[in-house]
């Protein structure tokens, strides 16, 4: 049988939804800064303003582009700016079975780590809002240290700090390119968070976070050799 140890997780659209957080927030925003004064329709900013903020580029830039879209008065952008910053944390959703899902892998003594890019304040406050940052052995915050994903040396410093080896770890997280692949080619097992694509570097694919305890119990039961 294999040994598992430890389990290293990415955070957005992994253990958070980002989507529907972001959604959350737009309405938030919408209602806020009363941008319905500005002709601008809630469905057509809710839409653009998550799809414009799935895509990683400095937030400063995305409101840029969303005010020059929607005609809105620039006035407001510090404003709307700090309100991201302080108050997106408020509408961050997990997953559902986020939390049930962690206490069964904490019960079974398995180590847990996270590897998310972003900010360090951003992440961590993402982090708190869910409740999940007890669970964790070791959290590591692109920002903080210097490394982004797909970097595999943010991997070995998870696995350092987590004091465990590759071979006796899984990683779980929904990017092929800055998940699995370095992930995998550190000879880590993997899960990709997604609905179906098995590959190469995918040992597993799952999109429901209740079934991942029983996925590690299948790695652990695997025979190799």
Not at 131 to 146: H, K, L, N, Q
């Amino acid at each position: 049988m294999n040994k598992i140890t430890a389990v290293i997780f990415d955070l957005d659209q992994t253990l958070l939804d980002k989507h529907q957080s972001l959604i959350g927030f737009a309405n938030h925003q919408f209602d806020t800064f009363a941008l319905a004064a500005f002709g601008i329709a809630r469905e057509e900013f809710v839409e653009r303003f998550t799809e414009m903020n799935h895509v990683v580029r400095p937030k400063e830039d995305v409101y840029m582009d969303l005010f020059e879209l929607f005609a809105i008065d620039r006035a407001l952008l510090p404003a709307m700016l700090e309100d991201l910053n302080g108050n997106f944390s408020e509408y961050a959703i997990g997953y559902p079975g986020l939390l049930d899902m962690l206490s069964e892998l904490k019960k079974a003594a398995v180590k847990l780590g996270m590897i998310t890019n972003g900010r360090a304040f951003y992440q961590r406050n993402k982090i708190r809002a869910l409740g999940i940052e007890g669970y964790f052995d070791d959290i590591i915050i692109s920002e903080a240290v210097g490394l982004r994903k797909p970097d595999p040396a943010i991997f070995q410093l998870s696995l350092s700090n987590l004091n465990v080896s590759a071979a006796e770890t899984v990683f779980i997280g929904d990017n092929l390119k800055k998940d699995m692949i370095p992930a995998k080619e550190l000879g880590m097992r993997t899960i990709w968070k997604q609905t179906a694509g098995l590959n190469e570097y995918t040992d597993m694919v799952c999109d429901n976070l209740a079934e991942i305890p029983m996925l590690i119990q299948r790695f652990i039961q695997t025979k190799t050799g």
